[in-house]
């Protein structure tokens, strides 16, 4: 099986699904001749032609707007938006118009399209191209809200998400997109959406995360095993809808919870799954369901020591799931 | 001009008909049987002439919520709007999910509106766009009033459509008034037409109390889209002869003379005036057609007021493409 | 490695602390910068935030003792963690002190009831369906807390895990301090309360810190600088009128604008016509202060009174000072002001007027030149061009240092703080 970046990953889903359907098309800033400033659909446009591989204007609402409604029309449209940071001019369109066309025309119509948008921080980014805005469209029915955190996972939820008949926003780790390397089997096949995944087995603690920080959670939890602590690892995916089944299941395990991501605390997805669990899993509990998340300031600094003191990493992830294992 | 007689005295009817019918609304909503209405009174000529310049069942609309008349013209008929406004079963806009007036009829190919202004715009550029993508000869024609060409929405629209080449018309229906705001406190320029210059696309300006004017105006616009010359924007003026909607007072902000002094031009009189200058109408067809329009209403009131309303569990359907129980 | 808690210098001159309460008990947990205990020094009592995230390992100091600054008070770590045998106190020198040291197990022995402390929800639920008596399980959780693990460990011990309490061994330490025995709380009471204003006709009352430094500081002052006392009246029937049209907006702006507002005002104004007022008399020199900052004596009761600082008030508007005001005035009774909070003023006002006296000899604050008394505001009878009017008027005395001003130069003084009272604009 081939080794594969990321962001190689997104682009072979990109690429099959041009090929498969032509019905599938990609609009976004820079997707054309510039591949893309992540390089995501670099060579799509010679292998497709401008008309399937469009360059936007520079208007978010506009990528989105217009997707709706080739959608509406038949299409499948996979909408970029170039950093999740510039997703706001196209949240009416995303909330008020994707979310609700099927439900406000009592299902006379339907939004199938995919909106991506790489997230996330730790590149030196600061406030404007780190933000992690998960949070804004996981309590809006109607959406799908996807994130993977592995290569082999990025291109069989893409593939769902661009033959699923509803709206999905699929966020991308942009710190992972050539850090996180590993096995893409050559072919078709699909990952479903709406299901989280048990990456780690454990039974002292169950940590759930999605995106860049299920990856350092991977690596937090080996380091603790080396000292005798087995933390269950469980991969998200899938944050809309949510998959409570897979989480309840670890933490009846277990015991004991940690959700871990990068946005804002206060208000954040993980306060949802910790709600979840509070819910669905209080008489298993043996703990305080716990939070490690970004701090509540606006969003994450340029400096790179001010980047640091915001961003988690697998150090801060081990002293929190080590603090939650002693209680 | 290429309508016959018959064809005349259908438009003439169909702003007859829609008149009557937006009429009876307001009267339901003082007699405390309706939430709400929106009304589209002094606008009908404009909507009547554009809706007759298309290929009606095969060219998409994406309309704005003033559009009774050009929703009647497509075939929305006074049962089903008085469905909408009761919030009844079976009200084919929304299932009685939105607000009345929120058009949507798919077999008409009018596609779904919500109540920001402007957003629907850029779902009519995205059905362009998929109509070019196809090769197919189908044109879009999409309706908003003058103050939401203020909208970044519309502007992104209109500009996509240009870039782009679509089959599109944009038409503006100038009522003087976005709620209580005159034309000179929501633009800089005497027409929106105007900002056709700005964006690369012709823009005209017509009197939209004279139907046939207007039907001429779009009817070039029409096959310049369908010929691949790309899109027009169009603006008709009007006059709103009634308050914003069924909650607004309009005596807070303009006077009733300046109210009575453009009854005159009332399109319903106006057509009437030209059909009788023609010899298609007399004073007998009109009194004919007046209680045929009467008793039309009264039975769709009836039979709309028969029709059961929804079951509360119908609410919870469909969040999801998958939930759509017909599809 | 444990993190050592000392008793902190709250301020330059201060050289030791009384611990007043600890915030948090043995055990507990606490995150850095948490407030750990209330230490009272000097005039201040104030919260001292935890040096270190983890458990109260030990709190040496117990409550009421006052050390040198710099002392070992406390020790914070992780639970079960040692704390190093130098520091921990004698037994034998104070048993009566210790309030809680650690037992080599890091938990209470196996005594008959001990407390379970908190029980996690699946731990309660495994108790019961296992019908597992918990007072038989031995905790290792975060302060000895039953974690499930533990309960599932001594369901899988089996039969010899339920054995009879009498063939538990116990530790055979038969004589242990009582505190190790009993909760804290209990300890307490067993040894009798010993806060002053709780001893119902005693004839003897022990000193507070506060009330020592309170007469030390009187005495120092007044045989220090030779006292004067000059009385004016001010006429406040404009400030009045001010207060009452400003008072709405002040509110919206978050400030209760008091008449104190208004006298530290005038009297900022005033020291800035006067700065000769503005200082401390030295050995060999007049010391006049730059800036001016006005302590504002703060009653807190039975207990005392404590002088905090508005700093720099030459540089606030009204609303500043006004803002100032009930900001200091608020946190000193709350017992919430910092060391810096009552220093470096440079000249006082105290406000006797508020319980009652219409005026008094205030002693000056030390090394300050002078005090202002202001005595309670009451509508009098007063002649204006020979009519008699009825005015809110105030009685204004400042007393001051003699060796730095004659009376003259002091009335001039009095004379600009009233002219700005009656003429506020």
Redo the contacts between chains.
């Keep these: 099986m081939p080794e594969m970046t990321l962001v190689d990953a997104v682009r072979l889903a990109l690429d099959e699904e041009l090929e498969r359907d032509p019905n599938v098309f990609v609009v976004g800033e820079d997707v054309g001749k510039r591949g893309g400033v992540f390089r995501a659909t670099v060579g799509l446009i010679d292998k497709y032609g401008a008309e399937r591989v469009i360059d936007s204007p520079l208007s978010e609402a506009s990528i989105v707007g217009v997707g709706i409604g080739a959608a509406i029309y038949g299409m499948r449209p996979v909408c970029e938006i170039q950093f999740s940071d510039f997703i706001y001019p196209a949240f009416n369109q995303i909330i008020n118009q994707a979310a609700k066309m099927c439900y406000r025309s009592g299902g006379e119509w339907t939004v199938p399209m995919v909106i991506r948008a790489p997230y996330g921080g730790g590149i030196g980014g600061g406030l404007y191209h780190s933000q992690s805005v998960e949070a804004f469209f996981t309590n809006t029915p109607g959406l799908k809200v996807v994130v993977p955190s592995n290569p082999y996972d990025a291109k069989g939820l893409l593939k769902s998400a661009v033959r699923d008949p509803n709206p999905v926003l699929f966020f991308e780790p942009k710190k992972g997109y050539r850090l996180i390397k590993g096995e893409v089997p050559e072919g078709e096949y699909t990952v479903p959406i709406g299901q989280a995944k048990v990456s780690r087995e454990g039974a002292d603690l169950s940590v759930f995360a999605y995106g860049m920080m299920h990856y350092y959670c991977l690596e937090a939890a080996g380091t603790l095993a080396g000292e005798g602590i087995n933390v269950e690892v469980v991969d998200l995916r899938t944050l809309y809808p949510v998959d409570r089944q897979t989480i309840l299941a670890s933490v009846r395990k277990t015991g004991k919870a940690l959700v871990v991501y990068e946005a804002n605390l206060t208000g954040g997805y993980g306060a949802e799954i910790a709600a979840s669990i509070a819910e669905g899993a209080f008489t298993d509990l043996d703990a305080p369901v716990r939070r490690l998340a970004g701090p509540d300031v606006p969003a994450m600094p340029y400096s790179h020591p001010l980047q640091d003191w915001f961003m988690l990493n697998p150090e801060k992830i081990a002293a929190a799931m080590r603090d939650l294992a002693a209680y | 001009m290429d309508l016959s007689k018959e064809t005349l005295l259908e438009m003439y009817w169909t702003l007859l008909l829609a008149r009557r019918t937006d009429e009876r609304a307001w009267a339901l909503h003082r007699q405390g049987k309706i939430a709400f209405h929106i009304s589209g009174i002094g606008q009908e000529a404009a909507q009547v002439g554009a809706a007759y310049a298309i290929k009606r069942g095969y060219d998409w609309v994406a309309p704005y919520y003033r559009d009774l008349a050009m929703m009647m013209a497509l075939g929305l008929t006074p049962y089903e709007f008085m469905l909408g406004l009761m919030g009844k079963k079976g009200e084919p806009s929304s299932g009685a999910r939105q607000m009345p007036s929120h058009f949507s009829l798919k077999r008409a190919n009018v596609v779904s509106l919500s109540s920001p202004v402007a957003s629907h715009n850029l779902h009519a550029a995205g059905i362009a766009l998929g109509i070019k993508m196809r090769g197919e000869d189908r044109i879009v024609i999409t309706s908003i009033g003058e103050g939401s060409t203020a909208q970044g929405e519309w502007y992104e629209a209109v500009n996509w459509a240009a870039i782009h080449c679509l089959p599109i018309i944009f038409i503006v229906q100038n009522n003087s008034y976005a709620i209580s705001e005159p034309i000179q406190k929501q633009m800089a320029v005497p027409s929106s037409a105007d900002k056709a210059c700005g964006l690369g696309l012709p823009g005209v300006t017509v009197d939209g109390t004279d139907m046939l004017k207007v039907y001429e105006v779009v009817q070039t616009a029409v096959s310049r889209a369908r010929s691949g010359e790309g899109p027009t924007l169009i603006e008709a003026r009007a006059y709103r002869l009634t308050p914003h909607s069924s909650d607004d007072d309009d005596r807070s902000y303009r006077s009733r003379e300046e109210v009575d002094e453009h009854k005159k031009d009332d399109p319903l009189l106006v057509t009437q005036r030209t059909l009788q200058a023609q010899k298609y109408l007399t004073k007998a067809k009109i009194d004919e057609l007046e209680s045929k329009a009467i008793a039309a209403v009264d039975q769709a009131l009836a039979d709309a007021a028969a029709a059961p309303y929804p079951e509360p569990a119908d609410a919870a359907f469909p969040v999801y493409a998958e939930e759509v129980q017909h599809a | 490695m444990p993190t050592k808690v000392i008793m902190p210098q709250l301020g330059e001159s201060i050289v030791e602390g009384t611990v007043v309460k600890w915030l948090k008990g043995p055990g507990e947990k606490i995150a850095n910068l948490e407030s750990l205990l209330e230490v009272e020094t000097d005039k201040v009592v104030s919260e001292i935030p935890s040096p270190a995230e983890g458990v109260l390992l030990a709190a040496l100091i117990p409550e009421g003792t006052t050390v040198k600054v710099g002392t070992v008070i406390g020790w914070i770590g ?2 079960g963690e040692k704390i190093p045998e130098s520091d921990k106190p004698a037994a034998a020198a104070q048993p009566e002190k210790a309030m809680f040291v650690p037992t080599e197990t890091g938990a209470t022995g196996p005594v008959e009831a001990h407390e379970l402390g908190f029980i ?6 495994i108790a019961r369906e296992k019908k597992v008596d918990l007072q038989r399980v031995k905790g290792t ?2 302060g000895g ?1 039953i ?2 693990k533990d309960v599932l460990a001594f369901l899988e011990a089996g039969p010899q895990a339920g054995a009879a309490i009498w063939e538990t061994p116990a530790d055979g330490d038969l004589f242990r301090p009582t505190e190790l025995v009993f909760a804290k709380d209990d300890a307490a009471k067993a040894q009798g309360g010993q806060a002053p204003a709780m001893i119902p006709g005693n004839h003897f009352v022990p000193h507070t810190t506060i009330r020592k430094q309170i007469a030390e500081r009187m005495v120092f002052s007044k045989t220090t600088a030779p006292h004067v006392t000059t009385v004016m009246e001010a006429d406040l029937s404009r400030v009045a009128a001010h207060r009452e049209a400003s008072k709405a907006a002040f509110a919206r702006d978050g400030a209760n604008l008091t008449y104190t507002a208004y006298l530290v005002a005038a009297t900022v104004t005033a020291l800035k016509a006067y700065p000769m007022v503005n200082s401390s008399w030295e050995e060999t020199g007049l010391r006049i202060h730059p800036a001016i900052s006005i302590g504002m004596a703060t009653s807190l009761g039975e207990e005392g009174l404590i002088v905090p600082v508005i700093k720099n008030a030459d540089g606030l508007s009204l609303l500043g000072i006004a803002r100032a005001v009930n900001d200091l005035a608020e946190r000193a009774r709350s017992h919430r002001l910092q060391a810096d909070e009552v220093k470096d003023g440079t000249f006082t006002i105290t406000n006797h007027g508020v319980t009652g006296s219409l005026f008094a000899t205030p002693i000056i604050n030390q090394p300050q030149c002078a005090i202002l008394g202001v005595g309670l505001i009451q509508k009098r009878v007063v002649v204006i061009n020979d009519a008699i009017a009825i005015r809110p008027m105030v009685y204004l005395s400042l007393t001051f240092d003699h060796r730095i001003l004659d009376g003259a130069s002091a009335d001039r003084f009095l004379s600009k703080v009233v002219d700005c009272l009656e003429n506020w604009a």
């Design positions: 992780r639970p996690s929800p699946v731990v309660a639920k959780g975060q807390r974690t499930k």
